[in-house]
């Protein structure tokens, strides 16, 4: 289960202004890689929409399916704006919907027969 937690006006790649969503999965445990203590964070992504500014505020609050997961990216500089340190990364954490992913392995499996 995710939350809307947040909208975030962005641009498209034709320069047009659009809203996202920003959602928040559940809270996990983690290790910390320094002192290999455990620690619970949540992890949030950025979901695009066709909304205009005031649906996609009324959208804050809501749960959906789904999770946020790691994915695999070409490396990318991030900096991080509490200290201002760039960093290089390789992955983003992205929202799925099982039932979205469920839906195209049916779709393939259909296309195949």
Request: proline letters at 4%.
């Amino acid at each position: 289960m995710v939350t809307v937690k947040e909208i975030k006006k962005a641009r498209n790649s034709k320069d047009e202004e659009f809203y996202g969503l920003i959602v928040q999965s559940g809270a996990m445990p983690v290790k910390s890689k320094k002192t290999g203590r455990v620690y619970f964070t949540a992890k949030t992504a950025f979901v695009a929409t066709t909304f205009d500014e005031e649906t996609a505020s009324s959208m804050i609050g809501m749960e959906f399916e789904g999770t946020v997961k790691k994915v695999p990216t070409d490396p990318y500089e991030y900096t991080i704006e509490e200290t201002g340190e760039i960093i290089q990364l390789t992955h983003r954490w992205e929202y799925v919907d099982p039932a979205l992913d469920l839906e195209e392995q049916v779709v393939e499996e259909m296309a195949v027969i």
